[in-house]
């Protein structure tokens, strides 16, 4: 069965960072492109990051481009996001997700940005 397990989020000052894992398993890790949503408290899910099965190739959100980097390593089965210059609005759950069959999703891991 596909899993999808995220870990890394903590409390961070403005300013600082954190980099996130996805232990993905249940599938060919390197054979699908992946993605970093995140959802703050009362909005919709939103995209953050994606990378290519090789990850020769990402694309970051408006919001956080030039801050943020999705990577992968696909000896390891693990997508990573490493955040930078974090801000407050950056605070939010953050999922990892394969868009394999009709998708799946990881538990979540929560990231909050506060002084």
């Known amino acids: 069965q596909v899993q999808l397990v995220e870990s890394g989020g903590g409390l961070v000052q403005p300013g600082g960072s954190l980099r996130l894992s996805c232990a993905a398993s249940?599938?060919?890790?390197?054979?699908?492109?992946m993605n970093w949503y995140r959802q703050a408290p009362g909005k919709g899910r939103e995209f953050v990051a994606a990378?290519?099965?090789?990850?020769?190739?990402?694309i970051e959100s408006d919001s956080v481009k030039g801050r943020f980097t999705i990577s992968r390593d696909n000896a390891k089965n693990t997508l990573y996001l490493q955040m930078n210059s974090l801000k407050p609005e950056d605070t939010g759950i953050y999922y990892c997700?394969?868009?394999?069959?009709?998708?799946?999703w990881g538990q979540g891991t929560q990231v909050t940005v506060s002084s």
């Open positions: 997700n394969a868009p394999v069959d009709a998708g799946y």
């Open positions: 990378i290519t099965r090789a990850g020769d190739s990402t």
């Open positions: 249940g599938f060919t890790f390197s054979a699908v492109g």
